[in-house]
């Protein structure tokens, strides 16, 4: 018997023997193999499913829907992020570094190096920059080159920006990035009286980290500042991440157990990015390809970690599943349309200049100054409504690309203009041989057939997360 109702805007992918449907709300349904002809044919005879359509805003018994208020209300939580104003402001203090990273993507220079370090007179017209969002909650996050060798230049921001913001009132966060190799007295007393968060580099296993980082002694250097950082602090106060460099990809089990092994309860399974150094890696294909392997490998055993007690959350995958599983946005710059340059970050170098990402001030290194959006003494409005972000603003809507807006995986994904010029010579893209497509559409896939191939044996571990 034919049904009598309208569609709704939806997509689908087919996974083995299932169809995965996904609304413009980002909300999933598990389906046997066929089920988006049968809709578009109107020859669905699955009574459950239908009410589900129905509910779930796949279809409708009229051209507009009776609930299109809710429909609307949802869509706007999921583009929250618009309204709130830039929220992550990036402070990159100085280029110095006393590591030699064989991946850098900073451009960092030598210890002893001058003239790479921004001045007080370009911290203090960055912070009031900073005051001109919008956003209720403001993040300063301190990065380098290794930030920590100039902690009196971010003490003197955190202090410049308490005293703003007794008369702004905005929740502040600040966070310093750093290897953890010079976290001194002094330091540490900053960051216990000003509440600054620890976010750190750990690579895995020393004969790993030590290798990636370009110094024999720099697991013991990194774990030493760890275990400060936290006695000082307190444990949740202490973040790490890793990059999976070429050496990391055969490792996966062995780095997580390291970060079992340490006491952490977060991992974030980083993949190369293409800047710095790690822009002489040639061959992104096959690199994308075992990053996928490595990532698969790696999230089981985190997975298994997860199923003994121990609770251990894979921050990448943590983003997407909010994005898939909640009705709530997120921050995370690498996964918002329209895209997080900008929207949700800005950038202030050690060069009084500011950009639209930290990938942005990456490029400006070697000489492509694309993303540059002007100085800290700038007018606000001149750096945010500028001719730069007006053509960015073209190409960083993934609903409006060639090769997006026809994907399942769209709404937990993003744009990337940045990323596009960098690794494809313009900012529209290409999707098909896209370095930053394909490791999504491995990782996002991945997850899509756990959810619908062991979701009894998964769900509770990513509820765990979402909680």
């Excluded at 001058?114 to 909650?137: I, K, N, Q, Y």
């Excluded at 996928?292 to 790696?298: H, L, N, P, S, V």
């Excluded at 170098?349 to 002007?374: K, P, T």
């Excluded at 990337?416 to 690794?423: A, K, S």
Aim: hydrophobic residues 40%; negative net charge; contains cysteine.
């Amino acid at each position: 018997m034919r049904q009598n109702y309208f569609l709704l805007p939806f997509n689908f992918l087919r996974l083995g023997h299932k169809e995965i449907l996904v609304n413009e709300l980002g909300d999933l349904i598990v389906a046997p193999e066929g089920t988006a002809r049968k809709i578009v044919e109107r020859s669905l005879d699955d009574e459950e499913l239908m009410k589900t359509l129905y509910a779930d805003f796949f279809i409708s018994d009229r051209p507009i829907p009776e609930l299109l208020d809710i429909y609307a209300t949802r869509l706007r939580s999921k583009k929250a992020f618009l309204d709130q104003g830039t929220a992550l402001h990036i402070f990159v203090l100085t280029l110095r570094c006393n590591q030699n990273c064989t991946y850098c993507q900073a451009s960092s220079r030598k210890q002893e190096a001058h003239g790479c370090t921004m001045t007080r007179e370009d911290m203090e017209s960055a912070v009031r920059l900073m005051f001109r969002s919008r956003s209720p909650g403001l993040t300063m996050e301190f990065q380098g080159g290794e930030p920590s060798l100039v902690p009196d230049l971010m003490e003197y921001g955190i202090e410049l920006a308490e005293k703003i913001n007794e008369t702004e009132k905005r929740r502040m966060t600040y966070v310093l990035c750093t290897n953890c190799r010079h976290l001194s007295d002094h330091l540490l007393e900053i960051c216990r009286n000003r509440h600054v968060l620890i976010s750190t580099s750990l690579d895995g296993p020393a004969f790993i980290h030590n290798e990636d980082r370009g110094r024999e002694d720099s697991y013991e250097k990194t774990m030493e500042g760890i275990r400060r950082a936290r006695e000082a602090l307190g444990d949740d106060s202490v973040s790490a991440l890793m990059t999976a460099s070429e050496l990391a990809l055969r490792y996966p089990r062995e780095i997580v157990d390291e970060y079992v092994n340490d006491g952490f309860h977060s991992i974030f399974l980083r993949a190369l990015n293409p800047y710095g150094l790690a822009a002489d890696n040639r061959d992104w294909k096959s690199y994308n390809a075992r990053f996928a392997e490595f990532y698969q490998e790696a999230f089981e055993h985190i997975l298994s970690v997860n199923r003994r007690g121990y609770f251990l959350r894979e921050n990448y995958a943590a983003i997407i599943l909010r994005k898939m599983l909640t009705p709530f946005s997120t921050g995370f710059v690498d996964l918002q349309s329209p895209a997080g340059t900008v929207n949700s970050v800005l950038v202030y170098s050690y060069d009084g200049f500011v950009y639209a990402s930290d990938e942005s001030r990456m490029l400006a290194e070697f000489g492509d100054f694309a993303f540059r959006l002007g100085s800290v003494h700038d007018r606000y409005e001149d750096i945010v409504f500028g001719k730069k972000v007006r053509e960015m603003g073209k190409v960083w809507a993934n609903e409006c690309l060639a090769g997006c807006s026809d994907c399942a995986m769209r709404p937990w994904c993003g744009a990337d203009p940045v990323r596009n010029h960098t690794m494809q010579g313009d900012m529209y893209g290409f999707r098909p041989s896209s370095f930053v497509c394909g490791k999504n559409r491995a990782v996002i896939g991945y997850l899509l057939s756990l959810i619908a191939e062991r979701h009894d044996e998964v769900m509770p571990v990513f509820r765990s997360w979402l909680r």
